[in-house]
C-alpha cells in the first residue's frame, strides 16, 4: 500500500512592507563607486595641502578610513546577517554598503571646495578634515542602515526579522564608526 | 614628516588660491563663449564660474537668429517699451500680455529687417534695372507706411490700457492687442 | 527694465521664480541677471556699511559685500547635492544653484533695502553696536534667502533633517571664515588706517576664542600647554 504523503503546505511569506521606498538597483554603477572612489582621495588631496606641517600620507586618508572601515567591517555584516536567517538576498546587502560609499564619495567630492578653502587660509586644515570626514562618515553610515533595512522589508520580513535587521544594523554602523575611528588615528599619528 | 608646502605661507597660499580661482574663471569664460552662452553669461563666467559649470554639460538652447536691425528700429523699441512699461502697471490690466507683445514685437522686428535689406539693395546701384528698382521703391515706401500705422495705433493702444484700468473691459484691451498683433505679422507677407 | 521684472519677481515669489527657470530652461538667460542684482544690492549695503568711517572706507567695503554673499555659496553649493543625495533627496546641482542665486540676490535686495535704516542708527550707535546692527541686518535678511534655498529642495528624504542641518553648519562656516578674509567692513570713524584687506592672520575661529576670553575679562600672556592662557583682568 503506497501512502501519499501530501507536502505540508509552505507559511505563506509576509507581504512586503508597502510604506517602504523602492529599493534602488541591487549594486551602484562602476561609473558611481569610481567617482566616489576619487572623491574620497580628491578630499584628502585637500587637506593634505598647505603649510604648518600637514603630513602627506593624509592624502589616501579620506579613502583609507572610509573605504578601509567598510572593507574590515563588511564581511562580518554579511556573515551575521546570514547567521541571523534574514530575508534580504547578500547583494542587496553588499549593494547597500557600496550605494553608501558611493554616494559618500560624492559628496566628499563636493566638499573639495570648502576643504581646500580652509587648508589653505588657516592652519586648521587636518582638524576640518576630519571634522567632514566624521560628518560623510555619520550621514554615509545613515544611508547604508536605512538601505539594509529597506532591503529586509522589501524582502517581507516577519516582526521578528525587523527587529533583527534594526539591531543588526546598529551595531554594525557603531562597529564601522569606532574602526574608521581607529584607522583615522593612526592616519593622523 | 614634513608638510608639502611648509615653506609656503599662508598669505602666498591663499594669492596662488586666487590667481588659479581667476584662471578657471577665464577658461569656463572660454568655454560658455565658444558654446554661444549670452555675453552676460560668460562675463558672469569670470567672476562666479563654480556657479556655471552646469551650463558647460548642456547644448544651448536653440532660439531665433537675430534681425539685423532696419531703418524704423530705434521707433519700435521706444514704442514697445512704453506699452510695456504700461502693461507691467500694477494697476493695469490683469490680461496676461507678455506672450502677444512678444509676437507683435517679432513681427514689426521682422518687417523692419525687410526694409533693411529694401535700402541695401537700392543702395547697391541699379544697373539699368531701372523700373524694378522703382517697384522695389514703392513696395518699400508701402511697407515702411504699413509699418509706421501700426506703431501708432500701438501708441494709442497705451492710452487703452488706461481705459481698460478704469473701466474693468479688459476683454477689449486683450482682443485689440491680439489684433494689432495678427495685423503686424501680415507686413510680412507679400504686399 | 527687465532687472526690474527679475527683481519684483524674486521679491514676491522666488519660488515660482526658481520653478520657472528650471522649466523654461532657461538658467544660462537668467544666471547673469540674477548675479548682477546680487551685486547690486550688495554694492548699495556694502557702501551704507563702508559710509560708517566713509572715505575710501565706503568703496572698499561696497566691493568686498557681494564677495561675501558669493564665496560661501560657492564654497558649500557643490557638496550639498551630495549630502541631500546622501539623505535620500535627490536635487540637481543646477536648481540648487538658481534657488541659491535668486536666495542671494532676493538677500542682497532686501539688505539694500534696510540700508537707510542701518544708515540712520549709524549716526547714533557707537563702533560696538554698529558692528553688532552690521551683523543683525545680513542675519535677518539672510533667513528669507536661505528659507529660498530650503524650499527648492524636493520634499521626501527620511533623513531630510540631517541635511538640511548640515547644509546650515557648512554654510555658516564657509560665512565666517570668508567674512574674516574680506574684513575690515566697518570702520572706527577715527581710524587713519584704512585697507581694503588685512594680512591673512589666524582665522575666524581664533578670533571668536580670544573675543570670548575678552568678554570674560581674561586677556593675553604667555601659554601653557602649548595653547594661549590668558592670565589678568584689565
Known amino acids: 500500500m503506497d501512502i501519499a504523503l501530501e507536502p505540508i503546505p509552505a507559511a505563506p511569506a509576509p507581504a512586503a512592507d508597502a510604506s517602504t521606498p523602492d529599493l534602488p538597483p ?20 585637500a587637506g593634505a595641502v598647505g603649510a604648518h ?19 574590515l567591517t563588511g564581511p ?3 556573515v551575521v546577517h546570514q547567521f541571523l536567517g534574514l530575508q534580504a538576498a547578500p547583494d542587496r546587502v553588499i549593494g547597500s554598503l557600496a550605494h553608501a560609499l558611493a554616494k559618500g564619495g560624492i559628496f566628499a567630492l563636493g566638499l573639495v ?11 586648521r586644515g587636518p582638524g576640518f578634515l576630519a571634522l567632514l570626514l566624521c560628518g560623510i562618515a555619520g550621514s554615509g553610515l545613515l544611508a547604508a542602515t536605512r538601505g539594509l533595512v529597506d532591503a529586509e522589508l522589501h524582502a517581507g520580513a516577519t516582526p521578528m526579522q525587523r527587529l533583527h535587521v534594526r539591531g543588526l544594523a546598529a551595531g554594525w554602523a557603531l562597529l564601522t564608526l569606532l574602526v574608521g575611528l581607529r584607522l583615522g588615528w593612526e592616519v593622523m599619528a | 614628516m614634513s608638510g608639502l608646502l611648509a615653506v609656503v605661507t599662508a598669505q602666498a597660499l591663499t594669492g596662488g588660491l586666487g590667481v588659479a580661482y581667476l584662471a ?5 569664460a572660454g568655454l560658455l563663449e565658444q558654446a554661444g552662452r549670452p555675453r552676460g553669461t560668460v562675463l ?18 536653440p532660439t531665433a537668429p537675430a534681425l539685423p536691425p532696419g531703418p524704423l528700429r530705434g521707433r519700435i523699441d521706444q514704442v514697445l517699451g512704453a506699452l510695456q512699461d504700461t502693461l507691467g502697471d500694477p494697476a493695469a490690466s490683469e490680461v496676461p500680455w507678455e506672450a502677444d507683445l512678444a509676437g507683435l514685437r517679432r513681427a514689426l522686428e521682422d518687417a523692419d529687417s525687410r526694409l533693411a535689406l529694401a535700402d541695401r539693395l537700392l543702395a547697391d546701384g541699379t544697373d539699368g534695372a531701372e523700373e524694378a528698382a522703382a517697384q522695389l521703391r514703392a513696395a518699400r515706401a508701402r511697407r515702411a507706411d504699413a509699418v509706421r500705422a501700426v506703431l501708432a495705433e500701438v501708441q494709442a493702444l497705451r492710452l487703452q490700457v488706461g481705459m481698460a484700468a478704469l473701466a474693468g473691459d479688459d476683454d477689449a484691451l486683450s482682443s485689440r492687442l491680439q489684433e494689432l498683433s495678427t495685423r503686424a505679422a501680415t507686413l510680412s507677407e507679400v504686399a | 527694465m527687465i532687472l526690474i521684472h527679475r527683481a519684483a519677481e524674486l521679491l514676491r ?6 520653478d520657472r527657470i528650471e522649466a523654461d530652461a532657461s538658467f544660462a538667460e537668467e544666471a547673469p541677471r540674477l548675479l548682477a542684482l546680487l551685486a547690486l544690492g550688495a554694492l548699495t549695503f556694502g557702501a551704507v556699511v563702508g559710509g560708517y568711517r566713509g572715505g575710501l572706507q565706503v568703496p572698499f567695503a561696497a566691493v568686498k559685500l557681494p564677495l561675501l554673499f558669493l564665496v560661501p555659496m560657492m564654497l558649500v553649493l557643490p557638496a550639498l547635492r551630495g549630502l541631500w543625495s546622501l539623505c535620500e533627496v535627490d536635487v540637481s546641482y543646477q536648481r540648487l544653484v538658481t534657488a541659491g542665486l535668486v536666495g542671494g540676490a532676493r538677500t542682497a535686495l532686501l539688505a539694500a533695502a534696510a540700508g537707510p535704516v542701518l544708515w540712520l542708527l549709524f549716526g547714533v550707535m557707537d563702533y560696538h553696536l554698529a558692528v553688532l546692527s552690521f551683523v543683525g541686518v545680513l542675519g535677518l535678511c539672510g533667513l528669507p534667502g536661505l528659507l529660498v534655498v530650503a524650499r527648492a529642495v524636493p520634499a521626501g528624504g527620511r533623513s531630510r533633517w540631517v541635511a538640511l542641518g548640515g547644509s546650515l553648519v557648512l554654510l555658516g562656516l564657509a560665512s565666517m571664515q570668508t567674512g574674516w578674509l574680506l574684513r575690515p567692513f566697518l570702520v572706527r570713524p577715527q581710524s587713519t588706517d584704512v585697507v581694503l584687506l588685512r594680512p591673512v592672520e589666524e582665522d575666524v575661529f581664533s578670533a571668536v576664542e580670544t573675543t570670548a576670553w575678552s568678554a570674560l575679562g581674561v586677556y593675553d600672556s604667555e601659554s601653557d600647554f602649548g595653547r594661549p592662557v590668558y592670565r589678568g583682568t584689565r
Open chain 1, 53 to 71: 606641517g600637514l603630513t602627506l600620507h593624509a592624502f589616501p586618508g579620506a579613502l583609507w578610513t572610509s573605504a578601509g572601515a567598510l572593507v
Open chain 2, 44 to 61: 558672469g563666467a569670470l567672476v562666479a564660474w563654480p556657479l556655471l559649470l552646469p551650463l558647460l554639460g548642456e547644448a544651448p538652447s
Open chain 1, 76 to 78: 562580518a555584516l554579511l
Open chain 1, 26 to 45: 541591487s549594486l551602484p554603477s562602476l561609473r558611481e563607486v569610481t567617482t566616489g572612489l576619487a572623491g574620497l582621495l580628491a578630499l584628502g588631496a
Open chain 2, 24 to 28: 578657471g574663471g577665464v577658461v569656463v
Open chain 3, 13 to 18: 515669489a522666488p519660488g515660482a521664480m526658481v
Open chain 1, 113 to 123: 571646495p570648502f576643504q581646500l578653502f580652509f587648508s589653505v587660509t588657516t592652519t
